[in-house]
């Protein structure tokens, strides 16, 4: 079974930053494109950025542009997502999600397989 581990998530105040890290077990990573999601309660899961398999391709949500950042590094057979400026409205469950695709990604849900179990990131003074 193909794994995704989510990492980095925590409290952090209002203007600050995180990094979290999406680690994968039992599949190499270069084959498959990644997208972080995230969902606070009561709403939606949000599509915020996706990276393609190689690293040639990513889109961002207008609501974390000039903000967040998504890389990823093969060789570690991981992919990050770098937060900038954080505010209270980013705090929700993040999630990174896989699928086998090439040179594009998606910020659909529905266009990934396998998913991550979640890290918390609370925006909070």
């Known amino acids: 079974q193909l794994q995704l581990v989510e990492s980095g998530g925590g409290l952090v105040q209002p203007g600050g930053s995180l990094r979290l890290s999406c680690a994968a077990s039992r599949f190499i990573l270069d084959y498959y494109a990644i997208g972080w999601f995230r969902q606070a309660p009561g709403k939606e899961r949000e599509g915020l950025l996706c990276?393609?398999?190689?690293?040639?391709?990513?889109n961002y949500a207008d609501s974390v542009k000039g903000r967040f950042t998504i890389s990823r590094d093969n060789a570690k057979n991981t992919v990050y997502l770098q937060m900038n400026s954080l505010k209270p409205e980013d705090t929700a469950v993040y999630y990174c999600?896989?699928?086998?695709?090439?040179?594009?990604?998606?910020?659909?849900?529905?266009?990934?397989?396998?998913w991550g179990q979640g890290t918390q990131v609370t925006v909070s003074s």
């Open positions: 999600a896989a699928r086998q695709l090439f040179n594009i990604c998606s910020l659909s849900e529905n266009r990934y397989d396998y």
């Open positions: 990276i393609s398999h190689n690293g040639g391709m990513t």
